[in-house]
């Protein structure tokens, strides 16, 4: 049985600037039908690994697969089979929407067999010159450009970026219906909370390293839940750090507020010797977990579902 190569393998890449190493030596691998997040803040090196990606930079050394296509030797063969939204939009500002998408559309040399879906799904502004678009609709137009060709693989360079909240759930929406076609979707971002609505895998850079590459739903036992117990009868926070799981215990008008990773079982166990007279849980955000990585450079490193 033949064993199908990930549609995006990137081994050991790096790409230094003079003495400036913008990437040092990751490795990721997307599987077909994934949409894959690539996590970390402004100057990461996000952008240089998916410019190395489409070969708009070379990389200082490594090696990167697309489609099982090497992305330096076969990058006409590949950019056909791509949709790419940069992190910027910059559009020729004299030319008219439905203009720069006629050029875009011959550029790739495929037909725009999905232009009329999207420009109604995004509400997308085709007769005024780009030059007096907003980011937003600057924003939309890449989006259209990005996808309107019906592309094998996306890449996608902060895509939410100046969409408003309505527009970034239509967004999601139609990336989960992407993926149902099949399409393989990687995202870039600084913000948790756009790529955990539909991603099912993260990688983690930080100061051009892979940190960690996991299953969202690993990250979100790793950020735990967040609960407020009022008891009736006396209770020490000491007590209350002691249970399995329990920490960051604080006080605060007779009730205490703790968070809670992994099983609840220990907790609830314990709760029951007490009485208690309110009981609040939460799941705690992802965004938490996602600064540790960046506060704390000694955090476990693991590279779970890196297959």
Do not use: W
Not at 282 to 305: H, I, R, S, W
Request: net charge neutral.
């Amino acid at each position: 049985m033949t064993v199908q190569e990930p549609v995006i393998v990137i081994d050991n890449l790096h790409k230094s600037y003079g003495k400036v190493q913008a990437v040092k030596g990751i490795s990721m691998r997307v599987e077909q039908g994934e949409i894959f997040g690539f996590l970390g803040p402004n100057g990461a090196g996000k952008t240089t690994t998916i410019r190395c990606m489409l070969d708009v930079i070379r990389p200082t050394s490594g090696t990167l697969r697309v489609l099982g296509l090497d992305a330096q030797r076969d990058k006409m063969a590949l950019h056909q089979r791509i949709g790419y939204l940069p992190g910027d939009v910059r559009l020729p500002g004299q030319m008219t929407g439905k203009q720069v998408i006629n050029y875009f559309s011959r550029l790739q040399g495929r037909e725009p067999v999905l232009l009329d879906d999207l420009v109604a799904r995004f509400d997308v502004e085709l007769k005024r010159q780009l030059k007096g678009y907003s980011k937003g609709m600057r924003q939309k137009i890449g989006v259209v450009l990005a996808f309107m060709c019906d592309p094998d693989v996306l890449i996608l360079d902060e895509p939410t970026s100046g969409l408003d909240p309505l527009l970034q759930r239509t967004f999601n929406e139609f990336l989960l219906q992407e993926q149902a076609r099949g399409k393989t979707i990687f995202m870039s971002s600084h913000i948790m909370s756009d790529v955990e609505k539909v991603c099912q895998r993260v990688a983690v850079i930080r100061k051009g390293e892979i940190v960690t590459i996991e299953e969202v739903e690993k990250l979100r036992q790793k950020a735990g839940q967040r609960v407020t117990v009022e008891f009736g009868d006396a209770v020490s926070p000491d007590d209350l750090s002691r249970i399995p799981g329990v920490s960051m215990v604080t006080s605060h008008n007779h009730a205490y507020h703790f968070n809670v990773g992994g099983s609840m079982d220990a907790l609830i166990k314990a709760l029951s010797r007490h009485e208690v007279l309110r009981l609040q849980a939460e799941e705690a955000p992802l965004e938490e977990v996602f600064l540790k990585f960046y506060e704390n450079p000694q955090v476990e490193t693991t590279t779970t579902g890196t297959r």
